[in-house]
């Protein structure tokens, strides 16, 4: 019998180790298809509220669209924070997606106490499980830890434990662009394991690509997005070069090309998987003279910062206020934001700054910035220079109300152009606009 039709015979469940972005929609896609899933996760909080009905990151209401109380009631999913519970035969599969970084870096240690776990698992051959990482790997990571490590803990890959390194790519802003309907990338140790991962991805995933190895599908990941962070600091490199020149408007007419994106200059790349992108391969070259063009992606990029910072300080600016610390608009996510740095250096020429994010607690923005917050817009009038880094929905305000709170407002840089329509008189440029630096 293949694993698609023992998890659909419910006999079989699914497992699933860190329940964030990636995780819970992996829990949750498959549950909808009627397979049993439940979650691992070492955050209590997110195991209550999933297995309350509710969902732990509210701003992926929408991108899904739907509630998960039915899933959750109907016993198809379900989150524990005894990883004892997930290593018993009836779990098939085990997804893994915990973070892989820290602080801007590769991190593998919740990466091997997830296999740590698993190793744990009675061994056998008839339907041995498979280990399916999502998590985002650097090249080399499973050849250097993960197969190692299954090694040594007496595993035989391809007989009692199956592998795979499949990616994602979700982008959990807009809806349609879901686990579903994203072109899927997976590679695999073994013949078995790639049949295996095909079986079980299928039931979701609508195209899958195999890939002749895990070490081709561990690898595309991090390239795919080394190409996309080139692209965004070559935006802000011209940016550089033609400060005199709207490389804004140059890029977006660029754009039009049948064969190129419109990128935009800007504060540099946030989140997860760009910026980390050049630095997971880096990590595996030690020729210094390789790949000359990432290593100078990563100077540029985080360099960005440091730049708009000075131009501020050099007009004269004393107090900023910060509009958003998501890397992104109507997303809770404040990994690798540029605007953490970019507060850093605006304090160090002794501006007074301050960050508002509807989506973040006071507390989340100190602890993630070291900065008080403020009330929006109520607050605005004692700035004298605001950064819009992303288009939350929220800023998105009536232009007459806003023009209000914006009286002593002498620069406006707008990341995102969330206020592009409004015609502000304020000093305000979309970021890659002339002078915007
Ligand atoms: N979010 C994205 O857009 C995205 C896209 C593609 C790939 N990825 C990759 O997927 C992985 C997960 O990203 P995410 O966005 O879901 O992160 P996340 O921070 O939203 O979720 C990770 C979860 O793992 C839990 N966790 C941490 N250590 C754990 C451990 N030892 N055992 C069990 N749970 C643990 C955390 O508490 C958290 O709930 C990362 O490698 C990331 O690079 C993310």
């Not at 079989?12 to 009627?34: D, E, N, Q």
């Not at 061994?123 to 399916?132: A, L």
């Not at 890939?211 to 595309?220: N, Q």
């Not at 608009?329 to 953490?340: A, E, N, T």
Request: aromatic share 10%; glycine share 6%; net charge positive.
């Amino acid at each position: 019998m293949n694993y698609k039709s023992l998890l659909k015979s419910k006999k079989f469940k699914i497992a699933v180790w860190g329940t964030g972005y990636i995780g819970l929609s992996t829990m949750v896609y498959f549950a909808k298809k009627k397979i049993k899933c439940i979650g691992y996760d070492i955050n209590k909080e997110k195991i209550k509220k999933i297995n309350s009905g509710t969902l732990p990151l509210e701003d992926l209401r929408k991108w899904f669209g739907f509630d998960i109380r039915g899933l959750v009631k109907q016993n198809y999913l379900k989150a524990t924070s005894n990883y004892k519970n997930l290593i018993t035969k009836e779990f098939l599969v085990h997804f893994i997606a915990i973070p892989t970084e820290k602080n801007g870096k590769p991190y593998y240690k919740p990466l091997m106490s997830v296999l740590n776990n698993i190793s744990k698992i009675k061994q056998e051959n008839k339907t041995p499980p498979i280990v399916i990482v999502e998590s985002t790997l650097a090249p080399k990571v499973s050849d250097k830890k993960i197969i190692p490590f299954l090694k040594k803990k007496k595993m035989t890959i391809g007989k009692n434990i199956l592998l795979s390194v499949a990616p994602r790519r979700d982008w959990f802003i807009e809806g349609g662009k879901n686990l579903e309907n994203l072109d899927r990338v997976y590679g695999s140790t073994d013949k078995k394991s790639t049949k295996v991962t095909k079986d079980v991805l299928s039931i979701v995933c609508k195209k899958l690509h195999v890939a002749s190895s895990y070490k081709v599908s561990e690898m595309v990941k991090s390239v795919e997005n080394a190409y996309r962070h080139m692209d965004i600091t070559l935006a802000n490199q011209l940016s550089l070069a033609f400060p005199k020149d709207n490389i804004r408007e140059v890029l977006k007419l660029v754009g039009t090309k049948w064969n190129v994106e419109a990128f935009h200059p800007g504060i540099g790349a946030g989140g997860y998987c760009i910026p980390l992108s050049s630095r997971y391969i880096l990590s595996q070259v030690k020729n210094a003279k390789k790949l000359s063009l990432l290593r100078e992606t990563v100077k540029t990029d985080d360099g960005m910062s440091k730049l708009i910072a000075n131009s501020i300080a050099k007009r004269g600016l004393k107090k900023i206020g910060v509009l958003g610390l998501s890397y992104k608009g109507d997303l809770k996510v404040s990994v690798l934001s540029k605007v953490i740095p970019l507060i850093k250096f605006l304090i160090k020429k002794k501006i007074k700054v301050k960050l508002y994010d509807p989506y973040f607690s006071n507390k989340e923005i100190y602890d993630a910035a070291r900065v008080k917050t403020f009330s929006f817009p109520k607050d605005l009038p004692n700035f004298d220079g605001l950064i819009l880094s992303v288009d939350h929905k929220q800023f998105k305000i009536r232009k007459k109300i806003l023009e209000k709170y914006l009286k002593n407002c002498k620069l406006i840089i707008d990341h995102d152009g969330a206020w592009k329509k409004y015609n502000l008189k304020n000093n305000y440029y979309l970021s890659g606009d002339r002078g915007w630096i």
